[in-house]
């Protein structure tokens, strides 16, 4: 592939010199471009006021001018550059904000250099279409004489067109925007859904989504109806066989004979979302137990405190503390334990409800449990239920105090704490192995 785009111009801007090497002998290497360098915003800029470009890539964090300012700057001042986005830091630039910046890709870092060959590849084959397109309109805008040859012309714009679309590895749909009826569909996205086209075109859009997301795809295309493009982000669609991937949708108005259409790709971001999912549960469980740790459980109380006022519905608190643990961990082990806390986990996780209520490690041997719209008596009771079943497993001559406390009007996450933490006292101090309400 050497030299197959050797008329391609590509700047690289990052303050890391390794980064920006790397990928220069890439761009050079395997694809032939003329490749320039720039360490920070402002050498970029002046760079690209000296000649044409194809493609930018920039990193979004380092000195001088960076991240969606820069982005934005290039694509008012150079509008026909490709901008390839890079950055580690993905929270703090979603996909859609960049997109509507002005970028036409993204990328994490570390790169992977196969995966931004690919982009290029990708990018240059995109421009090398739109350039001929624009050939063949010059040429049938000068005004030829022979329609026939006009019309050829024309039907040959088209195939390229058609090709884009049915090529692209992104999922399409072409929609009719009043109505929004699904007027074409391309082989990737029949592939995914796992229906053929005449089970697609002639549906709604909407019966392809969620209904939770309706309203926000609703409000989404309004919007872009009047700024020509932009994005839906994280949005869920069902497969026939019922698998449920998550896409950013791009969406473009596109003002064509004989009626405008919507233009959709799907950028398929199941493998991110998990991979956020994955670290956010990294970051707020215990690896031990499996519930959430003590850094959630302050976010998450006041949270719960929260809803509750605004509702006007009960929120209970449970302090679970294991007696005799170090005991335990002297006679036994520490295997020993480590099998009594994952225990405590089990139970609690099987005896909460999943959508309302959270289970937690607030440290060491001590536990606590978060019923949302449940009062004392009734955090009482799941207390009771979880103690009973600890007792009859096997747990190594320990057992459980526990404190239940309800929320009161005009109570704060510290005097909660306190209320809870009491009645785990009470426990404690009246023989142990336990439930008290405080």
């Known amino acids: 592939m050497t030299g197959q785009y050797s008329d391609r111009r590509v700047l690289i801007v990052d303050d890391e010199p390794l980064a920006v090497e790397s990928l220069a002998q890439l761009v050079e290497e395997q694809l032939g471009c003329e490749v320039c360098k720039a360490d920070d915003g402002e050498t970029a800029l002046a760079i690209l006021a000296t000649a044409p470009f194809d493609v930018f890539i920039t990193d979004m964090v380092m000195p001088g001018r960076c991240g969606l300012e820069l982005i934005a700057e290039v694509n008012a001042k150079w509008p026909t550059v490709s901008i390839i986005a890079m950055t580690a830091y993905t929270e703090a630039f979603p996909y859609v904000e960049l997109i509507k910046a002005g970028a036409a890709d993204f990328i994490s870092k570390p790169c992977q250099l196969g995966e931004m060959h690919a982009k290029l590849v990708r990018l240059f084959r995109e421009r090398e279409l739109r350039e001929e397109l624009l050939r063949e309109r010059f040429e049938i805008e000068k005004g030829r004489e022979d329609l026939r040859a006009m019309r050829a012309a024309q039907s040959q714009a088209e195939k390229k067109y058609r090709s884009l679309f049915e090529l692209s590895m992104s999922g399409m749909l072409l929609v009719e925007p009043e109505r929004f009826v699904i007027r074409d569909v391309n082989e990737a996205y029949c592939e995914f859904c796992g229906l053929p086209p005449d089970k697609i075109i002639g549906f709604g859009l909407f019966d392809i989504f969620g209904a939770s997301d309706r309203a926000r795809i609703e409000e989404g295309l309004n919007m872009i109806a009047r700024t020509g493009r932009g994005t839906l982000a994280d949005l869920q669609v069902t ?4 698998a449920d991937n998550w896409f950013d949708v791009s969406v473009t108005y596109i003002n064509v004979e004989p009626e405008p259409v919507l233009l959709l790709a799907f950028k398929d971001v199941t493998i991110q979302r998990e991979m956020q ?4 549960d990294i970051a707020q469980k215990d690896g031990k137990t499996g519930l959430f740790n003590h850094r959630a459980f302050c976010t998450r109380l006041e949270g719960a405190m929260a809803r509750a006022r605004k509702t006007q519905q009960p929120v209970a608190l449970v302090f679970i503390d294991i007696d005799n643990f170090k005991r335990c961990n002297d006679t036994h082990g520490h295997q020993a334990g480590d ?8 139970l609690i996780l099987s005896h909460i409800r999943s959508e309302k209520d959270d289970g937690f490690r607030y440290g060491g041997d001590e536990f606590a449990v978060l019923l ?4 004392a008596q009734a ?19 320990t057992s ?12 704060n996450a510290d005097a909660f704490i306190r209320a809870a933490d009491a009645a785990l006292y009470q426990a404690k101090s009246g023989g142990k192995n336990m439930v008290c309400i405080g």
Do not use: N, W
């Open 400 to 411: 459980m105090s526990i404190g239940v406390s309800q929320m009161a009007d005009g109570m």
């Open 379 to 397: 955090g009482a009771h799941v207390a009771e239920r979880i103690r009973s079943e600890f007792c009859k497993a096997d747990h190594y001559g």
């Open 239 to 242: 497969s026939e066989a019922g």
């Open 372 to 375: 949302t719209g449940a009062d």
């Open 339 to 346: 099998e009594v806390l994952r225990l405590v986990g089990e």
């Open 277 to 280: 999912q994955r670290l956010a």
